[in-house]
């Protein structure tokens, strides 16, 4: 993995990016942490052109972005229109909303709609991810559910976007995932998972917590992985989502990147 593979799910910081103004400053502090690529998420209002400008104004690249779910599954020609004017060409759904994975007719449903919303965009030349939580590992028929979004739609149309924390939470391996995702895994979140004193699961910095950095990163880069993205929603250090970016940047740019 190189450095400049490393970028930010600006999710994290969300809190910091609800106006124009916010976003400038934002960006900036993120550029100064050493992070050359941004995920677009969680952001207020604001003219896609505005964003590039600001966005190649830090030297920081777009690459890829969240897009609300309902849009990727109705209004398909909206997000492709948008990837076009920021210039990037992946998106990741971002969770199952509306979809109660209690029959296959409904993971048929959602497979359905990814499917036809991934060729839409495959032939304007982009692609769309799945991003897991941990409900994709409800098990029906024998497999869970995320296992059937993959086997029910094409490679072509649908890739992976996989959660390493919520990987875990549902009971499953990063690494088994990654894996699995060869040749079909173009961006990964990471994010690391803890047990605090209360014994309740947390997201934690990269490199603070349980899971096996340097296999998982191995595997992905194995199985094609283009961009290593780094996101931590909550339980960020002194309550400060910079500074628990700061700590996962030192921790992979002296132990998982190449020289």
Known sequence: MQIQQVAVQLYTLRDH??????????????????????????????????????????????????????????????????????????????????????????????????????????????ILTYHNHDIEFIKLGGKTVLEHLYDKTAPAYLQGEPDTYWVAMGGQDPVTWCDKLSGRLPLLHMKDFRVNLGQRAAMAEIGSGTLDWPTIVSVAEQSGCEWFIVEQDSFWLDNDPFKSLAVSYRYISENLCEE
């Open 17 to 126: 990016l609800k106006t124009p103004a916010d976003m400038a400053a934002t960006l900036k502090r993120v550029r100064k942490m050493g992070y050359q690529a941004v995920q677009l998420s969680g952001m207020g209002p604001i003219d896609e052109k505005e964003l590039v400008k600001m966005l190649k104004g830090e030297g920081l690249v777009c690459c890829a972005t969240h897009e609300d779910g309902n849009k990727i599954l109705k209004e398909t020609g909206w997000v492709i229109d948008r990837l076009n004017k920021l210039g990037c060409k992946y998106t990741a759904y971002p969770y199952p909303g509306g979809f109660k994975f209690e029959t296959m007719e409904e993971v048929d449903r959602l497979a359905d709609g990814l499917h036809a919303a991934g060729k839409a965009m495959a032939a304007a030349g982009q």
